[in-house]
C-alpha cells in the first residue's frame, strides 16, 4: 500500500459481549462437548422469549402491501416520526416534541455511531462508568482518545457520582454533553427522578446538552418508576433522546430504532449538531422500512400491554431469583436490577488476584487458556471470565469491558428455564468461590 491502512485508534473501539463469542468458536472446535451457556447477550428471542403472535400477525398482514418491501423517506417515514412525536407526549404530556425533530434509524447501534461521528473536533460527550460499549467507544474512536468518564455509585444502587460528574465536566472544558444511560445497561439501575434533577441542573449550568438512551424505558419493575427527563429538560436543556424497537417488543433483528431532538431552539450550536445528524442520516438512503410501518401498530395493539405486562414480571422474578442465589457468594456484591435486563456483580476490592484458576477437564483448551491469561495486561476480571467460560460454558461478559472502574462480570436476566436457571446460577456462585480460593 502507498500508505499505511493501518488505524492505530481502532483499540479504542471495545465490543465483548460479541468478541468473547470468537473464544467461544475456539474453545467448541477443541471440545465439542462443552455446553455454551450464553449469558453474554441481551436478545431476547435467542433466550427463549416467545415473540407474541399479534406481532407475526402484524408482520405477515404488512408484507402484502408492496410499499413495506421500498426505500422510504430517509429520516423516516412521516406518519411514523408523527405518532413518534405523540407517543413522546403521552409520558411527558408538557413536551412540544414536532416530528421533524424525530429521526428513525437502522437500530440505535447505528445512531449512536452517527451522533458521535457528527460532533465538531475537540468536543467530547462525558461517558457513564460502566457504560455500554458501543457508545464509548464509538464517542472515544472519534475523538481519537480515551473516554472522559463520570462514575457510577455501587454503593448508591448504581446511581451517577454527581460530585464525580461535576469534577469531570469542570476539569474538561471539551465536555459538551453528557449521557446518561436509563434504565442502564449493564447495571440494571434505574435514576430517580432527583438525579435526573440533578443532572439537568448541571447542564444548565454548564451550558451542556444531554444524551439520555431510553431503549429499555418500558422495562421497569415493581414500584419503581422511570423519571421522563423530557420532561424536566423542557426549556431549560437541550436534549437527545433514544428509543428503540430491540428490547421490549422483542424484536431486536429488526434493526430499528430513533432520536428525539428536545429543545433545539435553546442553543444555536445544539440545532446545527442535531441538522448535521438528520444530514449524515441521508447518506444511508433509508432505514428499514417493515418496522418504520409496524412501529405504531405494535406499541397501540391491545395485545401489546399484556404482552408487557407478562414479560415484565418474568423478567422481574428472574431478577429476584438470581439476586437471591448470587447475593450469597463470598467475594461477590450484588445489586438487584430495577430495569432493562442486566446486572453487573462485582468482586470485593482485593479478592481477585493473577493466577487465580478453575479446573478445565480438555486439555487443549486448558492449555489455550493457560496462553491466553498468561498476558500481565488482561484485566483480573477477563482472566475470570475465560477461567469460568472453558471450565463451566457459563459466558459472562467482564465489568472491565463496559469501560468499569470496577471488576465484576454482566450477566443478562433473560433465561427462560427456571430449573435449568437455578443450575446455571448455582455453578456460577460457586464458581466464583472455587475460582477465588484457588
Ligand atoms: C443501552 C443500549 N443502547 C443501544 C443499544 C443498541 O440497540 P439496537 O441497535 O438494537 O437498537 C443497546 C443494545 O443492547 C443498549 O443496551
Same mark, same amino acid.
Given at each position: 500500500?502507498?500508505?499505511?491502512?493501518?488505524?492505530?485508534?481502532?483499540?479504542?473501539?471495545?465490543?465483548?459481549?460479541?468478541?468473547?463469542?470468537?473464544?467461544?468458536?475456539?474453545?467448541?472446535?477443541?471440545?465439542?462437548?462443552?455446553?455454551?451457556?450464553?449469558?453474554?447477550?441481551?436478545?431476547?428471542?435467542?433466550?427463549?422469549?416467545?415473540?407474541?403472535?399479534?406481532?407475526?400477525?402484524?408482520?405477515?398482514?404488512?408484507?402484502?402491501?408492496?410499499?413495506?418491501?421500498?426505500?422510504?423517506?430517509?429520516?423516516?417515514?412521516?406518519?411514523?416520526?408523527?405518532?413518534?412525536?405523540?407517543?413522546?407526549?403521552?409520558?411527558?404530556?408538557?413536551?412540544?416534541?414536532?416530528?421533524?425533530?424525530? &429521526?428513525?434509524?437502522?437500530?440505535?447501534?447505528?445512531?449512536?455511531?452517527?451522533?458521535?461521528?457528527?460532533?465538531?473536533?475537540?468536543?467530547?460527550?462525558?461517558?457513564?462508568?460502566?457504560?455500554?460499549?458501543?457508545?464509548?467507544?464509538?464517542?472515544?474512536?472519534?475523538?481519537?482518545?480515551?473516554?472522559?468518564?463520570?462514575? &457510577?455509585?455501587?454503593?448508591?444502587?448504581?446511581?451517577?457520582?454527581?460530585?464525580?460528574?461535576?469534577?469531570?465536566?469542570?476539569?474538561?472544558?471539551?465536555?459538551?454533553?453528557? &449521557?446518561?444511560?436509563?434504565?442502564?445497561?449493564?447495571?440494571?439501575?434505574?435514576?430517580?427522578?432527583?438525579?435526573?434533577?440533578?443532572?439537568?441542573?448541571?447542564?444548565?449550568?454548564?451550558? &451542556?446538552?444531554?444524551?439520555?438512551?431510553?431503549?429499555?424505558?418500558?422495562?421497569?419493575?415493581?414500584?419503581?418508576?422511570?423519571?421522563?427527563?423530557?420532561?424536566?429538560?423542557?426549556?431549560?436543556?437541550?436534549?437527545?433522546?433514544?428509543?428503540?424497537?430491540?428490547?421490549?417488543?422483542?424484536?431486536?433483528?429488526?434493526?430499528?430504532?430513533?432520536?428525539?431532538?428536545?429543545?433545539?431552539?435553546?442553543?444555536?450550536?445544539?440545532?446545527?449538531?442535531?441538522?448535521?445528524?438528520?444530514?449524515?442520516?441521508?447518506?444511508?438512503?433509508?432505514?428499514?422500512?417493515?418496522?418504520?410501518?409496524?412501529?405504531?401498530?405494535?406499541?397501540?395493539?391491545?395485545?401489546?400491554?399484556?404482552?408487557?405486562?407478562?414479560?415484565?414480571?418474568?423478567?422481574?422474578?428472574?431478577? $429476584?431469583?438470581?439476586?437471591?442465589?448470587?447475593?450469597?457468594?463470598?467475594?461477590?456484591?450484588?445489586?438487584?436490577?430495577?430495569?432493562?435486563?442486566?446486572?453487573?456483580?462485582?468482586?470485593?476490592?482485593?479478592? /481477585?488476584?493473577?493466577?487465580?484458576?478453575?479446573?478445565?477437564?480438555?486439555?487443549?483448551?486448558? $492449555?489455550?487458556?493457560?496462553?491466553?491469561?498468561?498476558?500481565?495486561?488482561?484485566?483480573?476480571?477477563?482472566?475470570?471470565?475465560?477461567?469460568?467460560?472453558?471450565?463451566?460454558?457459563?459466558?459472562?461478559?467482564?465489568?472491565?469491558?463496559?469501560?468499569?472502574?470496577?471488576?465484576?462480570?454482566?450477566?443478562?436476566?433473560?433465561?427462560?428455564?427456571?430449573?435449568?436457571?437455578?443450575?446455571?446460577?448455582?455453578? /456460577?456462585?460457586?464458581?466464583?468461590?472455587?475460582?477465588?480460593?484457588?
Amino acid at each position: 500500500m502507498r500508505h499505511s491502512l493501518f488505524s492505530p485508534h481502532t483499540d479504542l473501539m471495545k465490543y465483548e459481549i460479541r468478541e468473547i463469542v470468537d473464544l467461544v468458536s475456539k474453545i467448541k472446535t477443541l471440545d465439542p462437548t462443552l455446553t455454551i451457556f450464553y449469558e453474554n447477550i441481551g436478545d431476547p428471542v435467542a433466550k427463549g422469549w416467545p415473540v407474541p403472535s399479534f406481532l407475526k400477525e402484524l408482520i405477515i398482514e404488512q408484507t402484502k402491501d408492496d410499499s413495506a418491501f421500498a426505500y422510504t423517506n430517509s429520516k423516516g417515514r412521516p406518519e411514523t416520526t408523527e405518532w413518534i412525536a405523540a407517543y413522546a407526549k403521552k409520558f411527558s404530556p408538557g413536551i412540544k416534541l414536532e416530528s421533524k425533530d424525530v &429521526l428513525i434509524t437502522s437500530g440505535l447501534g447505528a445512531a449512536i455511531s452517527m451522533m458521535y461521528e457528527m460532533l465538531p473536533k475537540g468536543t467530547r460527550v462525558l461517558q457513564p462508568s460502566p457504560s455500554y460499549p458501543t457508545h464509548a467507544s464509538m464517542e472515544s474512536f472519534n475523538a481519537k482518545s480515551h473516554s472522559i468518564s463520570y462514575n &457510577l455509585d455501587p454503593e448508591n444502587s448504581w446511581q451517577p457520582d454527581l460530585k464525580h460528574m461535576e469534577e469531570q465536566i469542570v476539569a474538561n472544558p471539551s465536555v459538551v454533553g453528557i &449521557l446518561l444511560i436509563n434504565p442502564n445497561n449493564p447495571t440494571g439501575a434505574i435514576y430517580s427522578k432527583e438525579t435526573c434533577e440533578k443532572v439537568v441542573a448541571l447542564a444548565e449550568k454548564y451550558n &451542556l446538552f444531554i444524551i439520555s438512551d431510553e431503549i429499555y424505558f418500558r422495562l421497569v419493575y415493581g414500584d419503581t418508576k422511570f423519571p421522563q427527563i423530557s420532561e424536566i429538560a423542557e426549556n431549560r436543556v437541550p436534549l437527545i433522546v433514544m428509543r428503540g424497537l430491540s428490547k421490549d417488543v422483542p424484536w431486536p433483528g429488526a434493526r430499528c430504532g430513533w432520536l428525539e431532538f428536545h429543545g433545539t431552539h435553546l442553543d444555536e450550536s445544539f440545532f446545527s449538531f442535531c441538522e448535521a445528524i438528520k444530514k449524515r442520516v441521508l447518506m444511508e438512503v433509508c432505514s428499514t422500512t417493515l418496522p418504520q410501518f409496524l412501529l405504531p401498530q405494535i406499541y397501540d395493539h391491545p395485545d401489546f400491554p399484556a404482552w408487557l405486562k407478562q414479560y415484565k414480571e418474568g423478567l422481574d422474578e428472574t431478577i $429476584t431469583e438470581i439476586t437471591q442465589i448470587l447475593e450469597k457468594t463470598p467475594g461477590l456484591k450484588v445489586h438487584r436490577a430495577f430495569g432493562a435486563f442486566y446486572m453487573l456483580p462485582i468482586f470485593a476490592p482485593g479478592v /481477585l488476584k493473577p493466577g487465580q484458576t478453575l479446573p478445565i477437564q480438555n486439555t487443549e483448551v486448558r $492449555t489455550l487458556i493457560e496462553k491466553i491469561t498468561a498476558d500481565p495486561s488482561l484485566p483480573l476480571d477477563k482472566r475470570f471470565a475465560y477461567y469460568l467460560l472453558a471450565s463451566t460454558g457459563i459466558c459472562v461478559v467482564p465489568a472491565s469491558s463496559f469501560f468499569s472502574p470496577y471488576f465484576g462480570f454482566r450477566i443478562t436476566t433473560l433465561y427462560r428455564d427456571k430449573q435449568k436457571r437455578a443450575e446455571i446460577y448455582k455453578k /456460577l456462585s460457586d464458581s466464583v468461590q472455587e475460582y477465588l480460593n484457588s
